[in-house]
Every structure is written in C-alpha cells, then in structure tokens.
DNA sequence: TAGATTGTTAATCGATTAACAATC
DNA sequence: TAGATTGTTAATCGATTAACAATC
C-alpha cells in the first residue's frame, strides 16, 4: 500500500517483465527464479530482485517466483485490467495502424472515440469504429469524460488539441505528433513517441561500425 | 576522430538535440547558449555542454553555438545523410504506416525494398513501391545488399526472418514484432520497439494519480 | 577591457551490482 | 536438516550537476 516514489528506471523495466513472464506462462512454466529470469531478459538477478521489491515481497525464498502470480501482481501495479476511457485524435497513416495495431485493452485502456479534422475521413468507420469530427471534442468530452488521448495529428496541431483536451479534463497523452509535447502542471502525464529518434539510434551505430577493431566491441545495443 | 566509447545515455539525447535544433534553425535563430537550450528542452545546461563535449568543442566562448552549424555535426554524428539500403518486412497495419510515416531519408536511410509473406498483399504498390513476396527475399538482398531490416512481422516470425537475414549480411535490425530480437553477436544491432510499452508507463502513472496530495508532486514523465 | 559562455574538472547523486543473512 | 533463493544492505559504478578557469 505505501507507495514510496518509484523511480522512473524502474518503472519502464515493468512492461517488459510482464511481457515476458506473460509469455513464459503461456509456456506453462510455473515457477522462475531471479537468476533463471535474468538469464533470459538479458539482465542480472540483482537488478529483477531489486526491482521487484519496490513493491512487495512477491517471491519466496529457496523456491523463487510463481509465474502466473508474480505476472499478475506487475499487471496489477501497472493497471493493464483498468478501463482508462481513451481518445485518438489523427487517423493518418500512423493514427490509423495504432488504433488497430495497439490491442488498447490489453493496456488498460478503452478507446471510446476516434476524431479527424479531415470531413472525408470524419463519418467513416474504422474497424467498426465511427471516426468523429475534431469539430465535436469538447461535446464528447463533456459526455464521455476520457482521460487518456492518443495524439497522432500534425506536429502544429499538437499543443493546441491538447490543451483544449487538458481543458476538458483528459489527463494524459501519448503523443505521436513530431515535436515534444510538455505541460506545466505535473498532474498532466505526457509520453512523447518519436519513432525516427528510435531508427537514428541505429544508424548512429552502423555509422560507427566501419571503424571496427579497435573498441572493446560492447556495441550490444538493448 | 579519436571516438572513445560514447555512453547510450548521450546517444539516446542526440536525435532529440537535433530535432530542437533543426526547429530552431528553421525559426531562424541563428546562435544559442547551453542555457537557452537548456531552458527550451527542459535540461541543465551542464548535461548539455557536457554531452556535446564527448564528439567536441562545437561552441564557442563567450557567444554559444551557431544554430546551424551544431544541427549540422550532430546530424554527422548520427548519419542522416547517409544512405542505408534499407528494407521493410511485414506490411500489416503498422508496417504500412511505418513505410508511409516514417521519413526514411532523413534518418540517412533508403528503402529500396518491402515485403510480405501473403501473396495477396505482395505484387501489390504501396506508395508507388512495389511489395515483393518473402520467398525472393534471399536473391534480393544477393543483389541489392541491404543493411538495415525494419521488422513489421508476427512474433513467432521474426527470429526466423532475422535470422535468415543476418546470413544475407544485414546487420541492423528496427523491431517492431512483439517480442525481442537478440544476438549473441554484438555487431548485430537490435532495436526493439515496443509501443505498448511505452503506453503503459502512462497508465501506471495515471493509475497512481488518485493517491494525490501524498507525495512530493514529482510526477513529470519526461 | 569587461561580459559572457564555453570546455572541463570535481562533487553529487542515483542506479546497478555484489554480498549475505533470513527463511522457505 | 541441507539446499536454494529471496529480501535487503553495502559497495561500485555511471551519469548528472555544479563550479570555475580558459577564452572568445
């Protein structure tokens, strides 16, 4: 219950820990230690043992961690059986492979409404969805009370969605529109995707790669 | 010249210098100090000064940094004016959209060939490229020597698909399958992209939210 | 020259790893 | 009980910040 600040390191190694242990429960593995675990994700036992006790005492010792149990406790702590009522705003391109390639229950969220400011696309469905006008925001908002938006709308347009979405009550975004989306008050939650920052990362490193041989060679890049 | 083991934390930092610094320039701002910098991107002006030192003195005493001229080195340093034959496999949802969003070239890389395993979806355009079948994948890169794979398929088929590639000489791989792709062999780059992950952190943190008042505020995702 | 701001060293902070006593 | 493995403290490592001399 007492939550003591956890750190922001910690945090992001969640997902992945749920996603394995998800995956070795499906294995039907039953029970996992630290070590064997580390093994595995590419990490020390140290770091998964440390981790995991920001939390609680979810093993046992001399036997390790049940899988299923353990799994369901990070889904717990990361609130993926939640029902965040949630908004995409954009269905260009990009907009429309994350409304049907993101499996938003699986991650706690609803999506509830889609909006473009394009009229051709406005009215359309998507996947069974109705695609509203960015034009009918506020009204839906005032009714449906989403807390979460998805951005995926042109890099101008960003900063003004979003604050009219802050005004209406939507407390997070995951923000897809180039250019950093930031917010005074702490309370607004803000995770800003640039996938090209992601590719340049990779690039940097085959850049370099050509002058081989001489480094240490710790290119391991995860 | 003398490159000495930069830190994945600076890495990761340039492509966002470089995206604040191409806006900048396009403003039209011609110089900036660390401070302004620092002030605009939400940093130290420390952390800033001390990352662009690790590739060299790009500033200058008393003046700053010419706007310009830092995009530029750092844009060097990443390679975005490289040409990286690039190809992209699974054109589902999110590799359609990654194809089309995603601006190929100036991340330094050119995709000169998609692919999909459904033959329905293969001999068919995207964009005016053609989408060849999975099968010629191996007399492709034969010929053409990619270097990059951008990775758009199911999870149970992208190790083997990576795998097949590295013995067809690519040596970078931009993952966006479910689950990640690990070699053992360090001059085989991996970048898992995981979107769900990132959408998680917002839900953990909205799930949180409700025991307000309680701690420090410290709540910035940033 | 005086003012500004870098490049760089030193101090601090946080995160990771190692070690080990507790305990199943 | 003996063996294994956790929970947790202490040690190490790396990254961030602060400070300041160098210099434009």
């Not at 109705?130 to 995926?152: I, K, R, W, Y």
């Amino acid at each position: 219950m007492s939550k003591q600040e956890i750190s922001p390191s910690v945090i992001r190694r969640l997902p992945r820990y749920h996603r394995f242990l998800g995956e070795l429960a499906d294995k039907g593995t039953v029970r996992i230690s630290s070590k064997e675990l580390s093994q595995q994700m590419g990490m020390t036992a140290s770091q998964i043992r440390q981790d995991l006790n920001c939390f609680g005492g979810f093993g046992q010792q001399g036997y390790g961690y049940n899988v299923r149990a353990l799994r369901d406790e990070i889904g717990q702590i990361l609130g993926v059986s939640e029902h965040r009522r949630t908004i995409l705003v954009g269905l260009g391109n990009l907009g429309r492979a994350i409304a049907t390639h993101v499996i938003f229950p699986q991650c706690g969220c609803e999506l509830i409404g889609l909006f473009d400011s394009n009229p051709f696309v406005a009215g359309r469905d998507l996947d069974g969805m109705p695609v509203h006008h960015t034009d009918t925001l506020s009204g839906f908002c005032h009714q449906e009370h989403p807390e979460l938006a998805v951005l995926c709308v042109p890099e101008n347009a960003a900063p003004v969605i979003a604050q009219q979405l802050v005004s209406l009550g939507v407390r997070a975004f995951w923000n897809f529109s180039h250019g950093d989306l930031h917010f005074e008050d702490p309370a607004i939650l803000v995770e800003n995707v640039h996938l090209a920052d992601s590719l340049l990362t990779l690039t940097y490193g085959l850049g370099h790669e050509s002058s081989n041989e001489t480094a240490g060679g710790t290119a391991d890049s995860e």
